[in-house]
């Protein structure tokens, strides 16, 4: 292979934050050898047309239908030629240099499994970006009332990392998907990304496979990456695919009898968690239209009507997976 590193981008309704991303990757590459495949699934805000106008370089792939992210990036990994697969977000914006230090990272260690760069906010600000596997511990913190007693913080703090130095270079089980660079040995090892999780945990559960082929992954903050998070989420069905992700995630590395458990402890704590949300929103809702503070009653009003839409609709909707 010639190439040393394939950036492999799946864009859907983002054309700005692509198109911002696009122009930083010459810097963010240096002096590698790079090709970058854009993946588009069926956007219709002109992503596609946007990339053949302004970069012509960039080789296309446009999808008539969204197929999800994992797919998406498969279809880019079929016709990478790259040493080193990135896949990285649209709404990203890599510093000068910080895709030749991930590549020279995953060069100078064989046992590198994977490697990801600091992330950072627009403002300059580190943005966790690293994540233990997940507990049911953790999970329940995160997702049930159980957080309001704060028995499993410990437990959901291992698992966000909060103990990492976002200075230094470590060993660390899942990086973020925003930005994911993989040799491409690896890759043919354990597989491409699992398209069964059409969007969210396909990060993790293609990290958790390379840690279990022997390899480690490695968090590397000399690269610096902008990411603005959240641009091409399907904002409107987000809280359901994820948590579908979540529950297959759960499925497929722990069991059908304990990942069966873990999914439904999760789901009886959601649906606790919501039917509480729901009687303190829409009554703090009442308290304040009586008082006329109408804007503050609107906006409980309307966290109470997600909450409704969880217990009545979404809840329902993750109960087959």
Not at 66 to 95: C, E, K, M, W, Y
Not at 233 to 250: G, I, P, Q
Not at 279 to 295: N, T
Request: charged content about 25%; hydrophobic content about 45%; glycine content about 6%.
């Amino acid at each position: 292979m010639n190439t040393d590193l394939s950036i492999i981008i799946v864009a859907y309704h983002c054309r700005d934050d692509l198109a911002r991303c696009l122009e930083a990757l010459g810097a963010g590459a240096g002096d590698l050898r790079a090709e970058t495949i854009v993946v588009d699934n069926a956007s219709d805000d002109g992503t596609a047309e946007m990339v053949r106008e302004r970069f012509p370089e960039v080789r296309l792939i446009a999808n008539t239908t969204n197929r999800g992210f994992a797919a998406a990036n498969n279809q880019g990994l079929a016709v990478a030629s790259g040493r080193h697969i990135l896949f990285l977000n649209p709404d990203t914006r890599p510093a000068e240099g910080a895709l030749a230090v991930l590549v020279r990272t995953l060069d100078a260690d064989a046992d590198l499994g994977a490697v990801g760069p600091q992330l950072q906010n627009p403002d300059g600000s580190v943005q966790p970006s690293v994540r233990t596997d997940p507990t049911l511990a953790a999970l329940l913190h995160q997702y049930t009332p159980l957080r309001l007693l704060r028995v499993l913080a410990p437990a959901y703090d291992r698992y966000k990392r909060r103990d990492l130095d976002f200075r230094s270079a470590a060993d660390i089980d899942t990086l973020m998907g925003a930005a994911l660079c993989v040799p491409r040995r690896v890759l043919d090892e354990v597989g491409p990304m699992d398209e069964r999780f059409f969007v969210y945990y396909d990060d993790a559960d293609l990290c958790l496979r390379i840690r279990q082929a022997g390899y480690r992954v490695r968090f590397e903050p000399a690269a610096c990456i902008i990411h603005v998070g959240g641009v091409s989420a399907e904002h409107a069905a987000s809280s359901v695919l994820y948590l579908r992700s979540l529950y297959r995630f759960l499925y497929k590395h722990h069991g059908r009898v304990r990942g069966c458990l873990m999914v439904n402890a999760l789901r009886v704590g959601l649906w606790l968690r919501e039917a509480l949300q729901l009687l303190v929103e829409a009554s703090a809702a009442l308290v304040l239209l009586l008082v006329g503070r109408l804007d503050r009653a609107r906006r409980r009003a309307r966290r109470a009507r997600r909450a409704v839409r969880y217990l009545c609709l979404d809840h329902w909707r993750t109960l087959f997976v």
